[in-house]
């Protein structure tokens, strides 16, 4: 029997120029003596910041560790044979107290070519939002290279760019090669590829408490960018309780939200991947083998591949956002 069981992880945190108190004040994570904080990595196999194991026999123990060790039993066979000894997956959650940079990100062939690394995909979900709150996803017309190197060059970029009012519950899926940002005053839990490759567009001028502007990607960004326009930038989907609503699937993860109020079983038999479970609203207790494992708002679990079946129980009842690899 494998000595692996559902696993949680120290929080890194992250201060930023951007941040705010909301990973504190709404998600009750302590960042300690940092004066704010913009983004917690909740699970990451990014070789610079490794999670490191907190609960049980394991703790102490990084994920890359554990992944060596464990392998299939871990990931399953089809995610391990696809990303080897790189956990896929990195799980933030992000507190924009102000606007973040406009930005972009390559895909797999381009970081490959450029970083050797994995490009990065992903998605948000808004936790909490502040009356008013906006994001940028994608272009609102269609612009080739030319055109946006011109807006940009002319200071008009913002005329190019798709703005959206956001409100809580709502998620946007963003594929590499969409320029985006976050706004100022929305709470949003992330999921990604396992890449920190950002080239950053523009910066508002802001400085830091340095008084220096942080570096640009102009150039990096050029190839990087999907300059067609799409019809509908946010995700699409009808909230229902106490059944799994899908949200996205693309070819590096998965994404179900459960709005449950009552108990549940999940049965993960036929998933030849681990599962993670970020929980955005609420707390239960998960059981599996006789064990039990609180989870509250703002905390994650990793499942194991080799866990096929757990009980969620709750009182107050949970939102969780449910991810895998198919």
């Known amino acids: 029997m494998s000595a ?13 120029i951007w941040g705010g108190q909301k990973i504190k004040t709404y998600l009750h994570k302590d960042f300690g003596d940092l004066p704010n904080c913009g983004e917690t990595w909740e699970i990451s196999g990014v070789k610079s910041d490794v999670s490191v194991v907190a609960n049980g026999a394991l703790a102490g123990e990084s994920l890359a560790g554990l992944l060596e060790q464990y392998k299939d039993e871990l990931v399953g066979k089809h995610v391990y044979d696809h990303f080897g000894n790189i956990f896929p997956l990195l799980v933030k959650f992000i507190d924009a107290n102000d606007d973040l940079s406009i930005q972009v990100h390559p895909n797999d062939e381009l970081a490959k070519k450029r970083h050797n690394s994995f490009g990065k995909t992903e998605m948000w979900y808004v936790i909490e939002a502040d009356p008013g709150s906006t994001l940028i996803a994608g272009f609102s017309q269609k612009v080739d290279e030319q055109s946006y190197v011109d807006k940009l060059n002319s200071g008009h970029l913002m005329d ?31 999921i990604q590829q396992t890449s920190d490759i950002t080239y950053r567009i523009y910066d508002f001028d802001r400085v830091d408490d340095k008084g220096q502007k ?11 960018l999907d300059y067609n326009v799409y019809p509908e930038y946010k995700t699409q989907y009808t909230p229902a309780k106490n059944q799994d609503v ?3 699937s693309c070819p590096y993860f998965t994404t179900n939200v459960m709005d ?5 079983t999940k049965d993960y038999n036929t998933l030849d991947s681990f599962v993670i479970h970020v929980c955005v609203d609420g707390a239960y207790t998960l059981k599996c ?3 039990s494992y609180e989870v509250k708002m703002g905390e994650c679990l990793l499942l194991p591949k080799i866990i096929d079946q757990v009980e969620l129980v709750t009182e107050g009842g949970f939102k969780i956002l449910e991810s895998y690899i198919e």
């Not at 692996?4 to 930023?16: E, G």
């Not at 409100?167 to 899926?173: E, K, R, S």
């Not at 449950?260 to 549940?264: A, G, H, L, S």
Request: charged share 25%.
């Open 4 to 16: 692996l069981y559902p696993l949680q992880f120290k929080t890194i945190y992250k201060d930023k």
């Open 160 to 190: 190019i760019l798709n703005k959206e009012d956001v409100n809580a519950g709502d998620v946007f899926f963003l594929p590499a090669g969409r320029v985006h940002t976050i706004g100022k005053g929305l709470l949003i839990a992330e």
């Open 214 to 224: 942080r570096e640009l990607h102009t150039e990096l960004a050029l190839a990087a």
């Open 246 to 248: 899908h949200l996205v």
């Open 260 to 264: 449950y109020t009552e108990n549940v």
């Open 289 to 291: 083998n006789g064990e």
